[in-house]
């Protein structure tokens, strides 16, 4: 029988390597879960890392297509049809693509008898706090309401996305025709300005001869050019592979006052709602705290965080841990600390994600309503003393003339 090894949380938080015997990933899987752990990464025996399992080392879905397939997902299961037959039809609806090939998987699963939650987990594909979700929902029979509940976290969190996504379109055009009007004077107005110098035998101004310095290097050299580029950006992702830099940095951007405050309220609106979904969901706190933890995107607050599992575990309740860790706001803490009281920690949850995205939207705003001026005038500036240098060469040409 083929052995798999895997690593997975326990009920504790606490993350355990070990191997077993199983017929295929997807019964491993099912072991696994019935030993109540939850595995992050499986694979068989021997295998390389390169191999896809249980952790999402397959090509993940994208936001968009993952919220629509949960949302049909969620419309059909919603309607009382079985599992499979809501899969297929789901599947008819699907164009050939990943998406398609992602779903065939899962209803293949699904029909050799596996349970929703490990064909998902097997695709690699989901995210690990969809498969968490889908598990509970599956053990506490509200896999329809859970589905729901998921299908409205991924169209908000989608919303959010799109939003910027739009705000910074009129910038994008601003820089795109900015270095189209400079490529535009270096490539074709420069030259021929030199090239009057040159006829006169005399020096061009010294802007002239900077911009004829800077054509001859993208012209001549430009492999050099990209090569330097390749390596700067080899160099990067190799230094932020490294935790202790991927750390450090974010201790940085933490610690400038407008940018770490909004990367801070993001995440704090992330970890609450995370948290409050999987929790409606039916997943125990310590295995959803271990998932909201690890969504969070800034290394140093998930650095602080990461003990938060096995406090709770050790029943010290989710208050205490928090306002030691000190990383998120004071609000999310009192929040979470008045859900306890009164047993409301998803409402509260879900208020303070509420809080936190209205304002991280409204920063996004302002800040992209900031950038289209500031970029304007920067622009204006560059191109305009560009162009106004080019006119300085063109008034030295006709005094040269006039002599």
């Known amino acids: 029988m083929p052995k798999f090894t895997y690593r997975a949380y326990d009920a504790s938080g606490r993350a355990l390597d070990g191997e077993l015997d199983a017929p295929s990933l997807a019964d491993a899987l099912e072991r696994l879960t019935r030993?109540?752990?939850?595995?992050?990464?499986?694979?068989?025996?021997?295998?390389?890392?390169?191999?896809?399992?249980?952790?999402?080392?397959?090509?993940?879905?994208?936001?968009?297509?993952?919220?629509?397939?949960?949302?049909?997902?969620?419309?059909?299961?919603?309607?009382?049809?079985?599992?499979?037959?809501?899969?297929?039809?789901?599947?008819?609806?699907?164009?050939?693509?990943?998406?398609?090939?992602?779903?065939?998987?899962?209803?293949?699963g699904v029909l050799a008898g596996t349970s929703l939650s490990t064909a998902l987990a097997t695709t690699?594909?989901?995210?690990?706090?969809?498969?968490?979700?889908?598990?509970?929902?599956?053990?506490?029979?509200?896999?329809?309401?859970?589905?729901?509940?998921?299908?409205?976290?991924?169209?908000?969190?989608?919303?959010?996305?799109?939003?910027?996504?739009?705000?910074?379109?009129?910038?994008?055009v601003l820089m795109s025709m900015a270095l189209i009007a400079v490529a535009t004077i270096l490539a074709m107005l420069v030259p021929s300005l030199a090239g009057i110098f040159a006829d006169a035998n005399v020096d061009p101004p010294a802007t002239i001869r900077v911009l004829l310095a800077i054509r001859q290097i993208f012209a001549n050299d430009y492999l050099m050019v990209i090569a330097t580029v390749l390596a700067l950006s080899a160099a990067l992702l190799t230094l932020w592979r490294i935790p202790g830099f991927r750390l450090s940095a974010s201790r940085l951007l933490l610690s400038i006052p407008f940018i770490?405050?909004?990367i801070t309220e993001a995440d704090a609106a992330l970890f609450a709602r995370v948290l409050a979904v999987q929790l409606k969901g039916g997943v125990p706190l310590v295995g959803a705290l271990g998932t909201a933890v690890g969504l969070v995107r800034s290394a140093s607050i998930k650095s602080s965080l990461a003990g938060l599992a096995g406090e709770v575990a050790e029943g010290r309740g989710l208050t205490r841990p928090l306002s030691a860790a000190g990383v998120?706001?004071?609000?999310?803490?009192?929040?979470?600390?008045?859900?306890?009281?009164?047993?409301?920690?998803?409402?509260?949850?879900?208020?303070?994600?509420?809080?936190?995205e209205?304002?991280?939207?409204?920063?996004?705003?302002?800040?992209?309503?900031?950038?289209?001026?500031?970029?304007?005038?920067?622009?204006?500036?560059?191109?305009?003393?560009?162009?106004?240098?080019?006119?300085?060469?063109?008034?030295s040409i006709n005094e040269m003339v006039l002599r």
């Open 35 to 108: 030993q109540g752990l939850r595995p992050f990464e499986t694979r068989p025996a021997g295998a390389s890392d390169g191999r896809e399992s249980a952790s999402g080392s397959g090509r993940p879905l994208s936001h968009r297509a993952l919220a629509q397939l949960v949302h049909e997902l969620a419309t059909l299961v919603s309607a009382d049809l079985p599992l499979d037959e809501a899969l297929r039809l789901a599947l008819l609806n699907q164009p050939a693509g990943r998406t398609w090939t992602v779903l065939n998987k899962v209803l293949d």
């Open 124 to 172: 690699g594909a989901f995210p690990s706090y969809v498969t968490d979700m889908v598990r509970a929902g599956e053990s506490t029979g509200n896999l329809a309401s859970v589905l729901e509940e998921l299908s409205r976290h991924l169209e908000r969190t989608g919303d959010l996305r799109d939003k910027v996504a739009s705000a910074l379109v009129y910038p994008a």
């Open 260 to 262: 770490g405050r909004m």
């Open 328 to 356: 998120l706001p004071p609000l999310v803490v009192r929040l979470v600390k008045v859900g306890e009281e009164t047993g409301q920690l998803e409402r509260m949850l879900l208020h303070a994600a509420r809080v936190y």
């Open 358 to 395: 209205s304002k991280v939207e409204r920063n996004l705003e302002r800040v992209v309503a900031l950038i289209t001026p500031v970029l304007t005038i920067l622009i204006g500036i560059g191109v305009g003393s560009l162009v106004l240098s080019v006119m300085d060469a063109v008034f």
